[in-house]
């Protein structure tokens, strides 16, 4: 097994040639945002932990790349379904070259406190997003009696946990994950307020509850544990990606067309949904079959925005909206109030010919409808990634865009999905001079340390 890791698409830039009119059906990845929490949590269990439709996406290779460095053994049973078995787990430090790669590393320091009473987190990743502090985990940690204590190697956390009341002063989703992490193993009762309500943080309630954790008020701001001193293995699927489920749609009320979006759960993105039928769109939902067909005929009409913790508009998902009203009739405030630094992508959507006026690091004006021509951009992370490919399959001409890789942490082969239901789009290596055929991903590919498929 080598060190390198043996995982990569050849990330290099889209060619995306629009305007597009969007036609066709396409099939919902299971989530990121599960997977990542799900992965961290096979550290608590006696044994082995399966989990299915996992994305088959760059965030979560840099994932089990972690956890196979924690001595956690990674079977690829088939694409997309990985067995886990933490009883070889021999370290509880997280590495120090591969943890600032990835924010959600952070959820791992929950599991390894419990497991080993001491965890050491190297600075761990951010990204163009907002500034992304830990200060709530610290917080948080010390409320259960772990002592907190910075290093030059990173943030150290010892102390056998005790159970503890810890009020969120805000709300978050992958601090909710790491304490509930943490609650699940630690003896006595915990309570966690002003828990985030993200599916995400269900469905890893529902797991750990499935394995034999005592977990009351599941999917409620307040989660009363009940700590337990064995948690047994499982089989667990990742729920559908609400993300990209609604980035789909925006992509619809940006080109215009119809789509039917398959294997995803409307009742997740309700107010996504919503908004999207203020501004014009026809949407039929039917959750028990997971499908949503949407058809817009251009130009909608512009509604202003709010984005908030669930059930509210998901912050991941403004980019991809801001982009649809750049195509819709009127003038549209964007308020992002979850991270301060997610608007500064649209000064590039204003390079491809949108009207958007920058008020605050908080608040954007948005006048439609523009047309939208072609531009070279740089993708800065996943969701303004995927914001601009959605402009770009709308704009008149040729668009490039680079750094394809923080698209690739969160979309799986993007590009062969897209071009099914229409976006003229290729993946063009490094070094070539003209477009390149479709890319087929290698049948070996597989993060670092993966045996199997
Ligand atoms: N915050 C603090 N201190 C902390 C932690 C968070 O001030 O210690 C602030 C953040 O700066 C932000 C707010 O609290 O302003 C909410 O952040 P949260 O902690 O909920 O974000 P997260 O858990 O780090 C997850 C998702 C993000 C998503 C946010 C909000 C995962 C792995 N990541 O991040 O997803 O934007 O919740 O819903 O679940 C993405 O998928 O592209 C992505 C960024």
């Known amino acids: 097994m080598t060190e390198e890791c043996i995982f990569s698409l050849p990330y290099m830039r889209f060619l995306i040639?629009?305007?597009?009119?969007?036609?066709g059906s396409i099939s919902v990845a299971g989530a990121k945002n599960a997977a990542l929490p799900f992965l961290a949590a096979s550290i608590l269990l006696d044994a082995p932990l399966e989990v299915h439709r996992v994305p088959m996406i760059e965030d979560v290779h840099r994932m089990l790349e972690i956890a196979h460095r924690l001595g956690i053994a990674i079977d690829a049973v088939a694409p997309g379904v990985y067995r886990l078995t933490a009883a070889g787990c021999t370290t509880s430090e997280l590495p120090a070259d591969l943890t600032p790669k990835l924010r959600a590393a952070i959820i791992f320091t929950g599991p390894l406190l419990a497991r080993w009473g001491s965890t050491v987190l190297p600075q761990p990743g951010g990204c163009t997003i907002g500034q992304r502090p830990i200060d709530?985990?610290?917080?948080?940690?010390?409320?259960?009696?772990v002592t907190v204590t910075e290093e030059a190697a990173g943030t150290r956390f010892t102390g056998k946990p005790r159970s503890a009341r810890y009020v969120f002063p805000l709300v978050s989703v992958t601090g909710t994950e790491t304490l509930l992490l943490l609650a699940v193993r630690t003896p006595g009762v915990s309570v966690l307020e002003n828990a985030a309500m993200e599916p995400e943080v269900t469905a890893l309630a529902?797991?750990?509850?499935?394995?034999?954790?005592h977990i009351e008020g599941i999917g409620t701001p307040t989660?009363?544990?009940?700590?337990v001193e064995h948690l047994s293995g499982g089989v667990v699927t990742c729920i559908p990606d609400r993300i990209e489920t609604g980035a789909f749609a925006a992509l619809v009320a940006a080109c215009g067309g119809s789509l039917e979006i398959r294997d995803c759960d409307p009742t997740q993105i309700a107010?996504?949904?919503k908004l999207l039928e203020d501004m014009g769109a026809t949407i039929a939902t039917d959750a028990t079959a997971g499908v949503i067909r949407i058809s817009a005929q251009l130009p909608l009409r512009a509604i202003s925005i709010r984005t908030h913790e669930y059930p509210g508009l998901p912050t991941d998902l403004q980019p991809p909206f801001t982009v649809a009203l750049t195509q819709a009739s009127g003038l549209a405030l964007v308020h992002e109030t979850i991270y301060e630094g997610r608007l500064f992508y649209v000064d590039k959507l204003n390079k491809m010919g949108a009207n958007?006026?920058?008020?605050?690091?908080?608040?954007?004006?948005?006048?439609g409808p523009r047309p939208l021509h072609g531009a070279r951009l740089e993708s800065p992370d996943i969701r303004a990634g995927i914001a601009l490919l959605i402009a770009a399959a709308c704009a008149t001409g040729r668009s490039v865009i680079e750094n394809v890789y923080q698209i690739d942490r969160g979309f799986e082969r993007i590009e062969e999905r897209l071009r099914d239901i229409g976006v003229?789009?290729?993946?063009?290596?490094?070094?070539?001079?003209?477009?390149?055929?479709?890319?087929?991903?290698?049948?070996?590919?597989?993060?670092?340390?993966v045996v199997g498929y």
């Open 17 to 23: 040639d629009g305007p597009t009119t969007i036609h």
């Open 136 to 145: 709530l985990f610290l917080d948080g940690f010390r409320a259960f009696g």
């Open 206 to 213: 529902q797991l750990l509850q499935s394995c034999g954790a």
């Open 223 to 227: 989660l009363v544990i009940r700590g």
């Open 271 to 273: 107010v996504p949904l």
């Open 356 to 367: 958007i006026t920058l008020c605050d690091p908080h608040r954007c004006l948005v006048a």
């Open 424 to 449: 003229r789009i290729q993946r063009e290596e490094e070094g070539a001079h003209q477009p390149s055929a479709p890319i087929a991903l290698p049948d070996s590919r597989s993060p670092q340390g």
